[in-house]
């Protein structure tokens, strides 16, 4: 059981189990108890040794997550909580080995337990067991144990990112603290604490603490290498990388060889440079072009990143070229919402000339207004079937250029009358629309309109139509609708609207009829 290519760790501790057979088997001797004692040691000293390797390893996740905490920053916050964990849960068990340990004295020469001595457990058997089952103090080692690997598992799912890594590993520590009954070799259930402590040597017992001890370091240990090595794949792998195209110059004339190469690289904004130098500045991670374009023709332009790597300035050049072409004397306008503008609206523009700054440009047109922001307009056109747009851009060496384009004028279509929010025909009961409201809607509509019903006429058929101000029902409806018989179809017509906010004053057309159907 301790052969073949078992690591020395898991040898040692199926070591520990034959000794468990053998002391079943050998009733006690002195060796048997001092083998437990020499155990409990060797756990200790590879925790201590434990705890040192995991904190370098978490040295190392902190300054690989303060010098890049784009592509470290998950493993970071993983590894943190995992640690919170695993130190909450390793110093309970340290709570639990002074039972081991109750009334027990370290020998005065050696500065050790008596392991000899220690061939009883009466106080983990009083304390952690009542009658059948657990004591008080039995039941909240059970909980504290399945709160521990409750616990890694939301630390190790903690980065999406990351978490596949810490599948083995979390499978690791729930098959190690299944806190399930189990059958001993007789094919007798017990109890989880049952089967590894009660009627235990108390050094048995000791040992067996520090080994889930040991167990707590090992899934530490495993962790972090994992977050570690996983964040460095992902840092590296391929799916972080595209393919771009660089060509010479981004400029070409008709007829002329367009040369460039296809390369791989990163648009990854984790990876920060250090410093910039070239035509403009770093902001928020990436280097930001900002200079004036030189004469007409083929430009160059260059400049260097640099790096921190491993705590070393790693310098990146860079060199491109670029073309600068004539002013432009054409003006782009467009309409934000449609191609036509509607009357007694603010319909949104954007009005520009190309390679011209907004406060060069001038744009005319009755009803028309700026907006705010560079380039934005808002036109509300009067009467007529046509409304002209003028602009006028002045270039920096004083010359003028001009551009116009002519939109369609068009009113506001008639809305749809609606039964409690629903447009054309409906189906229900007589309190369904003695209850609902009047409304108007404009579907399919490019702005968000607001109407208000200020009247209606409600038609039950064979009776006289009724003129509603409002937009509700009245009494006298009512009283037409009771007359009203299964199949009758009630219909709201000539309804009148008002338009509230944006378009308040424009004279609405009468909205589309609605129709209720008695059931």
Not at 35 to 54: P, Y
Not at 81 to 92: A, G, H, Q, T, W
Not at 103 to 110: C, P
């Amino acid at each position: 059981m301790a052969g073949g290519k078992l690591t020395p760790r898991q040898k040692m501790i199926n070591l520990m189990y034959l000794v468990f057979i053998a002391m079943l088997a050998l009733n006690m001797s002195k060796e048997v108890l001092s083998a437990f004692g020499l155990m409990n040691e060797k756990f200790d000293t590879a925790n201590i040794a434990s705890k040192a390797n995991n904190e370098k390893l978490l040295s190392l996740i902190d300054q690989k997550g303060a010098e890049n905490p784009g592509l470290y920053g998950p493993a970071k916050n993983a590894a943190d909580k995992i640690r919170s964990v695993s130190k909450d849960f390793y110093e309970y068990i340290e709570t639990l080995k002074a039972d081991a340990k109750f009334g027990v004295e370290l020998d005065e020469e050696t500065g050790k337990l008596p392991y000899e001595a220690m061939d009883k457990g009466p106080h983990i058997d009083e304390t952690w067991f009542e009658g059948d089952g657990y004591s008080a103090k039995g039941n909240e080692i059970i909980s504290k144990i399945n709160k521990y690997v409750a616990d890694m598992k939301v630390a190790a799912s903690s980065e999406p990112s990351l978490a596949k890594k810490l599948i083995p590993i979390v499978k690791d520590v729930e098959s190690k603290f299944n806190t399930l009954d189990v059958k001993d070799g007789e094919g007798v259930t017990k109890k989880y604490l049952s089967y590894h402590f009660e009627h235990f040597p108390a050094i048995a017992s000791l040992a067996k603490l520090t080994a889930w001890q040991n167990d707590i370091k090992k899934a530490e240990f495993d962790s972090y290498s994992s977050l570690l090595g996983g964040a460095a794949v992902e840092a590296a792998s391929m799916k972080n990388y595209t393919a771009l195209v660089v060509l010479e110059k981004s400029a070409y004339f008709q007829g002329e060889a367009v040369k460039g190469k296809v390369v791989l690289g990163r648009y990854d904004e984790n990876t920060k440079p250090t410093s910039f130098q070239g035509p403009g500045k770093i902001e928020n991670g990436q280097a930001v072009i900002s200079m004036t374009a030189g004469s007409i023709g083929e430009q160059n332009i260059n400049g260097q990143f640099t790096f921190m790597e491993d705590g070393k300035s790693v310098p990146l050049k860079f060199e491109g070229k670029y073309v600068v072409i004539p002013r432009p004397n054409s003006a782009n306008i467009s309409a934000d919402k449609m191609n036509v503008v509607y009357r007694g609206l603010p319909n949104p523009m954007t009005i520009s000339f190309a390679g011209i700054g907004d406060n060069n440009v001038t744009a005319s047109a009755p009803g028309l207004t700026k907006a705010g922001a560079n380039g934005k307009y808002n036109l509300n056109p009067g009467a007529g079937e046509e409304v002209t747009v003028s602009v006028t851009g002045k270039m920096s060496d004083g010359k003028s250029v001009a551009d116009k384009k002519t939109f369609r004028i068009k009113g506001i279509p008639a809305p749809q009358a609606a039964i409690g929010g629903t447009t054309g025909s409906q189906k229900g009961a007589k309190t369904r629309l003695q209850s609902s409201q009047i409304t108007a809607v404009l579907p399919d509509f490019l702005y968000d309109l607001k109407f208000q019903v200020t009247q209606f006429v409600l038609k039950v058929p064979g009776q006289a139509s009724i003129v509603v101000n409002g937009d509700r029902v009245n009494a006298q409806c009512v009283a037409a609708l009771a007359r009203a018989t299964k199949g009758d179809q009630i219909t709201i017509s000539d309804v009148k609207t008002k338009i509230i906010g944006d378009g308040a004053g424009i004279q609405t057309k009468t909205a589309a009829p609605a129709i209720f159907e008695i059931q």
